[in-house]
């Protein structure tokens, strides 16, 4: 049996046999190690940095988190990985975050073999535009609900549209979704200074 130190990751070419959780064929390469960090620990796949000798950089790979049993009917086991500890701290609950032992995990190369910083940083410039994009989305969506609020809902007979102060505060936020501009800091920002001092 072969020791493996702890992360250093060394794969084995396999021939493809099993199934994940999906259908599809299991991956050619056997992952093995103890991995420190693992983030969303409970998704359906991963991309993972792997030697694929000892001292060749790293490389990316694609592996499902589970398959399906050998012999069932379509029961599904965790992709010869264990849980050893759940790291504690902000945050755990939506994304759990782990130290993981792998034992023969079946996973696919990504590319080319000892490039794997260069495959996951483009996979971390695309998730990083992904959340720019949807957390600006989010704010419009925020935004565009407020107003239509503001046109329904009034206060002593006075619909919140009409209130300068708190369309001097939908401006300013429509204004920062939108981009600063001079117009709008020049102008918003004044009106509710106005109104705070009023």
Same mark, same amino acid.
């Given at each position: 049996m072969e020791m493996v130190p702890p992360n250093l990751e060394i794969q084995k070419k396999l021939e493809t046999d099993g199934v994940d959780n999906l259908g599809i064929p299991l991956g050619p390469w056997?992952?093995?190690?103890f991995k420190w960090f693992s983030s969303a620990t409970d998704a !359906? *796949?991963?991309?993972? /940095? $792997? #030697?694929?000798? %000892?001292?060749?950089?790293? &490389?990316?790979?694609?592996?499902?988190?589970?398959?399906?049993? %050998?012999?069932? !009917?379509? !029961?599904?086991?965790? !992709?010869s990985f264990q849980v050893q500890h759940l790291k504690n701290k902000p945050g755990i609950n939506p994304v759990p975050t782990a130290? /993981?032992?792998? %034992?023969? *995990?079946?996973?696919?190369?990504?590319? #080319? %073999?000892?490039e794997g910083v260069k495959e996951t940083s483009t996979l971390l410039n695309i998730?990083?535009?992904?959340? $720019?994009?949807? $957390? +600006? &989305?989010?704010?419009?969506?925020? /935004?565009?609900? &407020?107003? $239509?609020?503001? #046109? +329904?809902?009034? +206060?002593k007979n006075t619909l919140l549209m009409n209130m300068p102060a708190h369309a001097a505060l939908l401006g300013? &936020?429509?204004?920062?979704?939108?981009? =600063?501009? =001079?117009?709008?800091?020049?102008?918003? +920002?004044?009106?509710?200074?106005q109104q705070a001092q009023a």
């Open positions: 056997r992952i093995d190690a !359906n *796949m991963t991309i993972l /940095l $792997a #030697k694929t000798n %000892k001292d060749g950089a790293a &490389s990316a790979f694609y592996a499902p988190l589970h398959r399906q049993v %050998k012999g069932s !009917n379509g !029961n599904i086991e965790l !992709n130290e /993981l032992e792998l %034992k023969g *995990m079946r996973a696919y190369l990504i590319e #080319k %073999k000892c998730t990083r535009l992904q959340n $720019a994009i949807a $957390a +600006v &989305s989010y704010w419009g969506r925020g /935004l565009a609900i &407020s107003r $239509a609020y503001a #046109k +329904v809902r009034a +206060v300013l &936020s429509e204004g920062q979704e939108s981009g =600063p501009t =001079p117009a709008a800091r020049d102008n918003i +920002v004044p009106q509710i200074q």
